[in-house]
């Protein structure tokens, strides 16, 4: 594996172990902040609605690399939303916490539980 791709993945699993540590010991859990459902981190639960599914991107954006491809009706955990690039109207992109720490355009993503919160 090339250095470059090496270290892509180390700091996707750097930044995926942070955000974990983060979900454990951050202001949430610490009680400091209001439990208002928009904007507080916690997993919550989307559907994939993509026709021929949903390709996972390792930023917000459309054009960063593909992580996988999410299935038409795949039940994924959302860890938090960030603006990202704006696809078919809507700007927001959900981080998904199903062990690839990818992100998905919300546009292709409905909420099941609730709206996820804001990324910290």
């Not at 026709?51 to 593909?66: E, I, K, Y």
């Amino acid at each position: 594996m090339p250095l470059r791709s090496t270290l892509m993945r180390i700091g996707i699993l750097t930044a995926g172990g942070a955000l974990v540590a983060f979900a454990a010991t951050g202001p949430v859990a610490a009680g400091d902040r209001s439990r208002d459902d928009d904007t507080t981190s916690s997993v919550t639960r989307g559907r994939v609605t993509a026709v021929g599914g949903l390709r996972l991107h390792d930023a917000p954006t459309r054009d960063s690399r593909v992580v996988r491809v999410a299935p038409f009706g795949e039940i994924v955990s959302i860890f938090c939303k960030t603006p990202g690039e704006t696809v078919d109207g809507n700007p927001l992109w959900y981080l998904l916490a199903d062990g690839t720490w990818a992100w998905g355009a919300a546009r292709f993503i409905d909420n099941i539980d609730r709206a996820p919160g804001w990324c910290q």
